[in-house]
Structures are given as structure tokens and as C-alpha cells.
Nanobody, 121 residues
Framework: QVQLVESGGGLVQPGESLRLSCVAS????????MGWYRQAPGSQRELVAEVGDIGNVEYADSVKGRFTVSRDRNKNTLILQMNSLKPEDTAVYYC???????????????WGQGTQVTVSS
């Protein structure tokens, strides 16, 4: 099974920045799409940014121009640079990936445990 571990969340004031990291491990054979999702209290989980298997990148309209997602395939790592943070960005941020392992060599969806981001004055 693939394990996804997020880090970098915290409490910041509006206008400040955070950098989230997601590291995948667990006998990985292949990683396909990887992305960041978030879920605010009382809300549905929503896509923030995603890097497709062929390198295409998608962003939610609410974060375009402020967030940047990047992927390092050699390190099995996904980064989310979040600038100009707003209170509306407050949520638990989850890393998501599709992938396979040598012991389970077919594509499966995986989720990390999440990291809390709070933007408040």
C-alpha cells in the first residue's frame, strides 16, 4: 500500500504564505495523478490543485494566481506553495494519489491523513 504523509500546515495571518509537502512511500511501482484537496468544516472535500499523469496541471478557480503545485517524480513528492492566504483557505488539506506497488501492481486511489491550515487574524 502507498502511504502519503503531508506536512507544512499551521496557523498564519491573512496575506502570509505556507508550503505544504506530500511524500509518498511504500514499495511504489508507479504513481499516476497526484493532487491536493481540502475540506472546511461543514463543507464537501474539493480539489485545490492537481498534476496529471502526463504533467498537466489544474487549479481551482479560487486559488489561481495564488497557489502553485509542483511534482518531483524522482522523490515521489508533491508540493503546494500557498501565497496570499485568505481566511477562506482555512481547511484540512489532503494529499491524493493514484498508484501501484510491487505487491499490489494495479492502480489504486490513496489519501493522506491531512494537515490543518488556519488563516486568521
Amino acid at each position: 500500500q502507498v502511504q502519503l504523509v503531508e506536512s507544512g500546515g499551521g496557523l498564519v495571518q491573512p496575506g502570509e504564505s505556507l508550503r505544504l509537502s506530500c511524500v509518498a512511500s511504500g514499495g511504489i511501482r508507479n504513481l499516476g495523478d497526484m493532487g491536493w484537496y481540502r475540506q472546511a468544516p461543514g463543507s464537501q472535500r474539493e480539489l485545490v490543485a492537481e498534476v496529471g499523469d502526463i504533467g498537466n496541471v489544474e487549479y481551482a478557480d479560487s486559488v489561481k494566481g495564488r497557489f502553485t503545485v509542483s511534482r518531483d517524480r524522482n522523490k515521489n513528492t508533491l508540493i503546494l506553495q500557498m501565497n496570499s492566504l485568505k481566511p477562506e483557505d482555512t481547511a484540512v488539506y489532503y494529499c491524493h494519489a493514484t498508484g501501484s506497488t510491487w505487491s499490489r501492481p494495479y492502480e489504486t486511489a490513496y489519501w493522506g491523513q491531512g494537515t490543518q491550515v488556519t488563516v486568521s487574524s
